[in-house]
């Protein structure tokens, strides 16, 4: 098992977490299964389970890509003032890259949107960062964001555990939810939030921050750039600052640290998220540093140009024909017919995050935004255009769409592609719709694929002519090879489940 993992798997055993949910995708799969924890339709969802637990007495930990934040942004903002139990993290993985998701996100700004701690550990301090979330979590009765980016999560090292023992809260029976929050109105939650919560978060931030002080250039890091600012910094005769605490920022350790260098680089990753809280520093918006993945290289050199003031120039944008291969649609796809079939029908098509985003390049869909969204994304067409989506996404967001497409008698056709796993994530069971949906759609069609594509185009075009909304199953089993969980392609067996 990789280091940072073994990391996470001993903090969470050691703070007595009790309750673990996640949603698949990368990077946090590997993770997740290897903690055995509970698979949920949607991050909205496990979120809530989480709250459930923390409300009678579980410490709870949420696993979930950086897209899921998204999903559970409106039960985490309400949690803040609301608040909790037993300690609830949410631990949230961002692809760098990004390799598997469709964009580049950074967690970090759900921080001052919601007013809750995001911690930005580096794979060394991975143990001590998840016992810090569960503390400040209970202390304060609010949920934790812990922020891991992918390589962070993949660090290889072997390092012993960085944890300075275990907090005596953490040592104590976990709280439950504390009823007497209701004698205060929501204006009054959050006075409580402002006066109690942020002004002890800012002091957690502030102890937790670590410098050394070497020569009259300063470089202020985060997250997974620490490990190669620490070796930069020491070959540079550079001091560095490290923070734990994303938001708040220990402000007051900064300022200090400004005033005692010349200039200041801030490292930090993917974004410029505490270099656009500063003034006067060097990092990603004087074009310093590079946006995505820093190097060691990317840090000498910023280094040796920081008596530069601006360095921006032209970014030369990444091509799909240039990037290196990716993955394609399997060989012996039972689908791969109705992918060739919807390349030749001329009507406006929505695909679905999934492995319908691997058609684009077939011409088989127009667009592809969140998980689940095609149906709603369909149902805003001009004309009456197809809808193709995974019964996995469907499950997790896009039932909602299909409901209000048949709520609003709209003109849309569905195509649902049924293998019953989550065939990008790791082949997780999926849940079995059917009968849900033959209630809502009495007269919907099933192909079993593989089918003739020519049979397939017959169907969405016969139903492209009809009125309402139309729903074609296309049901099959996944061919491939190697059609198991990606926490056993990479040798994680064991299911380590906290007490």
């Known amino acids: 098992m990789r280091g940072a993992l073994k990391q996470i798997h001993q903090a969470l055993m050691d703070a007595g977490v009790g309750y673990i949910t996640y949603v698949p995708g990368y990077p946090v799969t590997d993770l997740a299964q290897s903690l055995g924890a509970e698979i949920a339709v949607n991050e909205k969802v496990a979120f809530e389970c989480a709250l459930g637990a923390s409300a009678t007495g579980i410490r709870s930990l949420v696993v979930v890509k950086q897209l899921g934040m998204n999903i559970l942004a409106d039960p985490l903002a309400i949690s803040a003032t609301h608040t909790t139990g037993a300690g609830i993290v949410i631990l949230v993985g961002e692809d760098l890259g990004p390799r598997g998701s469709q964009i580049e996100m950074d967690s970090r700004f759900y921080g001052p949107l919601t007013e809750l701690p995001v911690l930005d550990p580096s794979a060394p301090d991975l143990h001590r960062a998840v016992t810090e ?128 260098h010349r200039l200041i680089l801030v490292a930090e990753g993917p974004g410029p998220f505490i270099e656009s809280h500063l003034k006067g ?125 048949i709520w609003h008698r709209k003109n849309v056709v569905v195509g649902v592609i049924w293998n019953r796993v989550a065939a990008m994530t790791g082949f997780q069971e999926v849940f079995d719709l059917e009968h849900v949906l033959r209630a809502l759609v009495p007269d919907m069609r099933t192909v079993e694929m593989p089918a003739p594509d020519h049979e397939i185009e017959r169907i969405l075009r016969d139903e492209l002519s009809s009125p309402g909304v139309s729903l074609v199953i296309f049901k099959g089993t996944c061919t491939r090879s190697d059609a198991r969980s990606s926490a056993v392609e990479h040798g994680i067996s064991e299911q380590v489940r906290p007490n």
């Open 281 to 405: 520093v060097r990092g990603r918006l004087t074009g310093h540093l590079p946006y995505g993945c820093i190097r060691a290289n990317d840090l000498r050199t910023a280094i040796s140009l920081i008596h530069i003031s601006d360095l921006r120039g032209s970014i030369e944008m990444e091509t799909a024909a240039g990037r290196p291969a990716r993955r394609s649609i399997c060989e012996g796809c039972p689908f791969l017919p109705l992918y060739s079939a919807l390349s030749r029908i001329d009507a406006p098509i929505a695909g679905d995050a999934g492995c319908t985003i691997l058609s684009l390049r077939m011409g088989a869909v127009d667009m592809v935004y969140g998980l689940g969204s095609s149906i709603g994304v369909a149902s805003g067409f001009r004309e009456k255009g197809i809808a193709i989506v995974g019964d996995y996404a469907l499950a997790h967001t896009g039932i909602q769409g299909l409901i209000n497409a």
């Open 133 to 260: 979330a569960f503390r400040t979590s209970e202390e304060l009765s609010i949920p934790v964001i812990l922020r891991v980016t992918s390589d962070v999560l993949e660090d290889a090292s072997t390092e012993s555990i960085t944890g300075a023992g275990i907090p005596a809260s953490l040592q104590q029976t976990p709280r439950c939810f504390d009823r007497s929050i209701w004698d205060l109105t929501a204006k009054g939650r959050h006075q409580r939030h402002l006066a109690k919560v942020l002004p002890a978060l800012s002091e957690a931030s502030e102890s937790s921050a670590r410098m050394k002080l070497r020569g009259d250039t300063g470089v202020i890091a985060s997250g997974s750039v620490v490990p190669l600012a620490e070796t930069v910094c020491e070959e540079t005769g550079s001091s560095l600052l490290v923070t734990l605490y994303s938001h708040p920022l220990p402000m007051r350790t900064i300022e200090r640290f400004m005033g005692m």
